[in-house]
């Protein structure tokens, strides 16, 4: 039962572009949300985060989008750049006595076209 | 370097064979989780220590799969009899306790080959 869901195994943006990235869950109890970055050969790297009580976080170039009564989460990058072609791992977690467990989406491949 | 070290980054093995990776936290935190990641899908839960306490395994830990951490800093994961299903890289993350966000800092990962 994926719980955590990433509907595009791979997306191509124009540097200079918006890259989307999208993410859904069906687990209503998951309170705080979580996308990172993953280069080859390497482990995954925190990008930025948002609680359910917020619904929007922004971090530089970086802007997470969460809409609780879809059931979706999104990451707007703007502009993309070429360093950010990279797999995004949307996660979530729920705040059961403090264990940030996390349920990870199967990822989605960005390639930022020069 | 302050981040999570993993070791060996590599491990090729013959199926049947036992294999045991170390991983050493960031120093101030004290819960420490093992993820599993094979091809084509995100990082998947296996077993999570705060302190030296095992909290919670995943069914994905089968007998074959035991996970250490005695003395609350350093954590070890041995797989028994491996077999080439066990093929994947095997990731270590840490977090602390307090704090505002619930983000896991993960190391670089070991990579295991089963034969």
């Known amino acids: 039962d994926q719980q955590v869901k990433q509907n595009s195994p791979s997306l191509s943006v124009q540097e200079g572009r918006i890259s989307i990235l999208n993410c859904d869950y069906t687990n209503s109890m998951f309170d705080y949300f979580l996308w990172y970055k993953k280069y080859p050969a390497e482990g995954p790297t925190f990008l930025i985060s948002?609680?359910?009580?917020?619904d929007k976080n922004e971090d530089g170039r970086f802007t997470v989008f969460l809409n609780k009564s879809a059931k979706h989460l999104s990451l707007h990058i703007v502009p993309s750049q070429p360093g950010d072609s990279a797999v995004y791992f949307c996660?979530?977690?729920?705040?059961?006595?403090?264990?940030?467990?996390?349920?990870f989406g199967t990822g989605t491949r960005l390639t930022i076209i020069p | 370097d302050t981040g999570v070290s993993q070791d060996p980054r590599h491990k090729i093995t013959k199926r049947g064979q036992n294999v045991t990776f170390r991983c050493d936290p960031i120093s101030e935190h004290n819960r420490l989780y093992w993820y599993r990641q094979t091809l084509g899908q995100g990082p998947e839960f296996l077993t999570y220590f705060q302190n030296e306490a095992q909290l919670e395994k995943s069914r994905l830990l089968s007998d074959r799969f035991s996970a250490e951490r005695p003395k609350g800093s350093f954590s070890t994961l041995e797989i028994q009899r491996t077999e080439q299903g066990d093929s994947a890289m095997y990731l270590c993350a840490s977090s602390r306790i307090t704090g505002v966000g619930r983000e896991l800092f993960f190391g670089e990962g070991s990579r295991l080959t089963v034969l």
């Open positions: 996660a979530a977690s729920v705040g059961n006595f403090g264990n940030e467990k996390l349920t």
């Open positions: 948002i609680s359910s009580i917020k």
